[in-house]
C-alpha cells in the first residue's frame, strides 16, 4: 500500500517560491507505471490538477501554471517535490500529493497541507 506525506512550510510571503515535499512509503517513485501529481483546492472549490513526475523521471504541467511549475524527485529519499514561483494570494489553497498507477489505475493520496500565501 503506497502511502504519500505532504510537507513544506504553511506560509509564504507574495512573490515568493512555495516549495513542497512528497514523501513516498510502501513503494518507489521509479516503479513502473506510477505517476507522481500535485494538485490543489481552493477553499470551497473543486480540485486543479497542477502537474506530475513519472516513473521515468519525465514531467508535465497544467498549462495554467506551466510558467510558475517545476517538479523534480530525489530517488535516494523517495521523495517528490513541488516548487511554484512568484506566488500570489490566489496561491492559498490546499495542496495534495497523489499517485496514480496506470493500468490498475489505483489512486492515492496524502492528506493534505494548507498553504496560505499572505505577507
Known amino acids: 500500500q503506497v502511502q504519500l506525506q505532504e510537507s513544506g512550510p504553511g506560509l509564504v510571503k507574495p512573490s515568493q517560491t512555495l516549495s513542497l515535499t512528497c514523501t513516498v512509503s510502501?513503494?518507489?517513485?521509479?516503479?513502473?507505471?506510477?505517476?507522481w501529481s500535485w494538485i490543489r483546492q481552493p477553499p470551497g472549490k473543486g480540485l486543479e490538477w497542477i502537474g506530475y513526475?513519472?516513473?521515468?523521471?519525465?514531467?508535465y504541467y497544467s498549462s495554467s501554471l506551466k510558467s510558475r511549475t517545476s517538479i523534480s524527485r530525489d530517488v535516494d529519499k523517495n521523495q517528490f517535490t513541488l516548487q511554484l514561483s512568484s506566488v500570489t494570494p490566489e496561491d492559498t489553497d490546499v495542496y495534495y500529493c497523489?499517485?496514480?498507477?496506470?493500468?490498475?489505475?489505483?489512486?492515492?493520496w496524502g492528506q493534505g497541507t494548507q498553504v496560505t500565501v499572505s505577507s
Open positions: 513526475i513519472s516513473y521515468s523521471g519525465a514531467t
Open positions: 510502501g513503494g518507489s517513485t521509479t516503479t513502473k507505471y506510477y505517476y
Open positions: 497523489a499517485a496514480l498507477r496506470v493500468g490498475t489505475w489505483d489512486v492515492y
